[in-house]
C-alpha cells in the first residue's frame, strides 16, 4: 500500500467512523452505511486539503467510491 491509499483509509476511517480495514478498492456509499451527503461533503473537503488538490463540482459528484477518489488523487497529482 502506498503513502497516498494509507492517508486516504485513514481519512476514511474519520470521517465515516469505520476501521482502515474494512475499507477496499469497491468500498462504496452502497457498502458503508454511515456515506451519506455530508459525510460525502467532509469527505471530499478533507482528501482536497490532505493533498492539496481541488476536485470542481463535477467531479465530486461523480467521486462515490474509495477506488474512483484515489485514482482522482493521483491523476490530479501526476499533473494530468
Given at each position: 500500500?502506498?503513502?497516498?491509499?494509507?492517508?486516504?483509509?485513514?481519512?476514511?476511517?474519520?470521517?465515516?467512523?469505520?476501521?482502515?480495514?474494512?475499507?477496499?478498492?469497491?468500498?462504496?456509499?452502497?457498502?458503508?452505511?454511515?456515506?451519506?451527503?455530508?459525510?460525502?461533503?467532509?469527505?471530499?473537503?478533507?482528501?482536497?486539503?490532505?493533498?492539496?488538490?481541488?476536485?470542481?463540482?463535477?467531479?465530486?459528484?461523480?467521486?462515490?467510491k474509495y477506488s474512483d477518489i484515489?485514482?482522482?488523487?493521483?491523476?490530479?497529482?501526476?499533473?494530468?
Open positions: 500500500m502506498d503513502q497516498i491509499d494509507t492517508k486516504l483509509k485513514t481519512i476514511f476511517s474519520e470521517i465515516f467512523d469505520i476501521s482502515p480495514n474494512e475499507i477496499n478498492e469497491s468500498s462504496s456509499k452502497k457498502e458503508i452505511p454511515t456515506w451519506d451527503s455530508i459525510r460525502h461533503l467532509n469527505l471530499i473537503l478533507e482528501v482536497e486539503s490532505a493533498f492539496k488538490v481541488c476536485f470542481t463540482p463535477e467531479q465530486i459528484i461523480t467521486l462515490q484515489r485514482d482522482a488523487v493521483k491523476k490530479y497529482l501526476s499533473g494530468n
